[in-house]
């Protein structure tokens, strides 16, 4: 079982998954298990539940179906034949790129087509998507499952590959490619914020732009931003508004905020009676920060931690700024 041997524990491939379920025959399966008795999906119970609860599958395995959605170790691959639709062109194919991983099997919130034993959907490892995972072992170390890349470099020539697949095909069916036109659109929006804040001098911020981590570009430091703080940028302040047209719902900006807030009542709620001393608080997956500051108004003290060293870069910039 130890990393490294030949009986190395891993997760499971989506070949396994199959397996361990064991499907009923076409005819016999629906397009969703409604049954609340055989399997935790479509809301029947409102939460997860626990492991052994429901019956176990013909192989021997409790939640092979429901519950939590259940990692592999393959990559978001296509299935033979797979090609690009014109409704919905860039759901699949920006996610061919050695760095989503396949989930299985369906969660508790999970209905209709997601609670289906033919949904196949992905994610990257460090999102939490009402996930579980299940550790298997095999004598000669031999890992069935389709990886699409091996190194970081592998991944970004595996997901141009597919991007400029999915293109070609669209053009070819004469499409007005969605694809391209969102990628355009977020183009234009990148340059028309980074002038318009130019005055922010986020300093330390590392980039690497068209290489290296996807989490890595200004691209999606400037989105996280806007995200975190747009709050911040409702024409108030010289730049122009996060969202400029009439009525704009501008109660829901701020939302790693609103969370950090609900946070810091439950904590006061459940805690000491001593509403001023609220210990420590920990944000996984901090991102730029937002709810990080805005639970150190109430924590003695917080840490935040982030896969993106650009967007942690950032956040410890702000933290450093003279009140």
Same mark, same amino acid.
């Given at each position: 079982?130890?990393?490294?041997?030949?009986?190395?524990?891993?997760?499971?491939?989506?070949?396994?998954?199959?397996?361990?379920?064991?499907?009923?025959?076409?005819?016999?399966?629906?397009?969703?298990?409604?049954?609340?008795?055989?399997?935790?999906?479509?809301?029947?119970?409102?939460?997860?539940?626990?492991?052994?609860?429901?019956?176990?599958?013909?192989?021997?395995?409790?939640? +092979?179906?429901?519950?939590?959605?259940?990692?592999?170790?393959?990559?978001?691959?296509?299935?033979?034949?797979?090609?690009?639709?014109?409704?919905?062109?860039?759901?699949?194919?920006?996610?061919?790129?050695?760095?989503?991983?396949?989930?299985?099997?369906?969660?508790?919130?999970?209905?209709?087509?997601?609670?289906?034993?033919?949904?196949?959907?992905?994610?990257?490892?460090?999102?939490?998507?009402?996930?579980?995972?299940?550790?298997?072992?095999?004598? +000669?170390?031999?890992?069935?499952?389709?990886?699409?890349?091996?190194?970081?470099?592998?991944?970004?020539?595996?997901?141009?590959?597919?991007?400029?697949?999915?293109?070609?095909?669209?053009?070819?069916?004469?499409?007005?490619?969605?694809?391209?036109?969102?990628?355009?659109?977020?183009?234009?929006?990148?340059?028309?914020?980074?002038?318009?804040?130019?005055?922010?001098?986020?300093?330390?911020?590392?980039?690497?732009?068209?290489?290296?981590? +996807?989490?890595?570009?200004?691209?999606?430091?400037?989105?996280?931003?806007?995200?975190?703080?747009?709050?911040?940028?409702?024409?108030?302040?010289?730049?122009?508004?996060?969202?400029?047209?009439?009525?704009?719902?501008?109660?829901?900006?701020?939302?790693?905020?609103?969370?950090?807030?609900?946070?810091?009542?439950?904590?006061?709620?459940?805690?000491?009676?001593?509403?001023?001393?609220?210990?420590?608080?920990?944000?996984?997956?901090?991102?730029?920060?937002?709810?990080?500051?805005?639970?150190?108004?109430?924590?003695?003290?917080?840490?935040?931690?982030?896969?993106?060293?650009?967007?942690?870069?950032?956040?410890?910039?702000?933290?450093?700024?003279?009140?």
């Amino acid at each position: 079982g130890v990393a490294g041997t030949a009986g190395a524990y891993r997760l499971v491939t989506e070949a396994e998954h199959h397996l361990l379920r064991h499907p009923p025959s076409l005819e016999s399966d629906p397009e969703a298990l409604t049954d609340a008795e055989k399997a935790n999906l479509n809301l029947a119970h409102g939460s997860q539940c626990p492991v052994d609860a429901m019956e176990p599958s013909p192989s021997g395995h409790h939640d +092979t179906m429901g519950n939590a959605w259940e990692w592999t170790e393959d990559h978001f691959n296509p299935l033979p034949g797979f090609e690009v639709h014109s409704v919905y062109d860039d759901f699949s194919t920006p996610c061919f790129d050695g760095r989503h991983h396949m989930i299985m099997g369906g969660s508790f919130a999970s209905t209709g087509d997601e609670a289906s034993v033919y949904a196949r959907f992905h994610f990257r490892p460090h999102f939490l998507q009402h996930s579980s995972f299940r550790l298997v072992a095999n004598p +000669t170390g031999r890992v069935p499952a389709t990886l699409l890349a091996t190194s970081e470099a592998d991944a970004l020539e595996v997901a141009r590959a597919a991007e400029e697949q999915a293109l070609r095909q669209a053009e070819a069916r004469g499409w007005a490619s969605p694809a391209k036109s969102l990628r355009e659109e977020a183009d234009n929006a990148k340059r028309n914020f980074s002038s318009s804040a130019a005055s922010v001098n986020l300093a330390g911020t590392s980039f690497q732009d068209g290489q290296g981590s +996807t989490y890595e570009t200004q691209e999606l430091l400037d989105m996280y931003l806007g995200l975190h703080y747009g709050q911040a940028f409702q024409g108030d302040q010289g730049v122009p508004a996060l969202i400029p047209h009439e009525g704009a719902p501008a109660h829901a900006l701020g939302f790693p905020q609103r969370c950090a807030q609900l946070l810091t009542r439950l904590a006061q709620k459940e805690g000491s009676a001593d509403k001023a001393k609220l210990g420590r608080a920990l944000d996984v997956g901090c991102a730029v920060g937002g709810a990080s500051f805005e639970l150190a108004k109430h924590f003695d003290e917080v840490v935040g931690f982030d896969y993106s060293r650009s967007f942690v870069d950032a956040a410890k910039s702000m933290r450093d700024l003279p009140v």
